[in-house]
């Protein structure tokens, strides 16, 4: 990963470390329903620690990047800190080491990492009102526009826009896993916070994506105005 990739990588962790940092009441109150109400804080502990750490000591490559990101969110403690830490990390692991542009193939193969290794974890599954719930669409999506051989940066939005279905499409379900497993009927009406926090973050990747694209556009990089449009953001 060249020193401009790596700065791209960065920005777009800064970007979803931000928009994570301004949900936090949002999804402190979604918790509340249903939960501790405390995921919005333990959100926005891990936002701040993502970006004093990047700030203090920037990272050199990908896998420090990954590694800054997985380390905060596992410092936060509980149940969605360790999750969030094994979802980070199996998509780090799962990022492409050719130094290949970025592609809407590679996106739905890290989705797929973080899918699995979520229900792995955890042993949720699609249906149960949880962060799955989210991730599965947004990995559909991503699949769909691989097929159809979009550029990364739609395959992005359309993950984002697929990933925030996903997480309102839980106000129907009833969680079967959990500490809002314990309401049983009683979860119906309410959005689960750890879905509604994967899509801001997709949300925040792919708006930074796409910026990143469109500068790269119109300053004539290359590789940005080739057929498929992709700009080399998370390959390594």
Partial sequence: MSETDLRLAQHAVLSAADAL???????????GAIGDGDHGLAMAMAAKGIRSAIEERSPVDLSGLVTVVANQFR?????MGALSYVLVDAV????????????AAQLAHLLRAAEDAVTGFGGAKRGDKTIVDAIAPAREAAEECASLQRPAAK????AAAAAEEGAASTAQMIAHIGRASRLGERSMGAVDAGATSFAIVLRALARSYAEATRRSISCGNPAAASAKGHVPLLSA
């Fill in 21 to 31: 940092e301004s949900a936090s009441d949002e999804l402190c109150r979604l918790d």
């Fill in 75 to 79: 410092a936060v403690g509980g149940a």
């Fill in 92 to 103: 780090g692991k799962a990022a492409s080491t050719d130094g290949a542009p970025f592609s």
């Fill in 155 to 158: 395959a992005l939005l359309a």
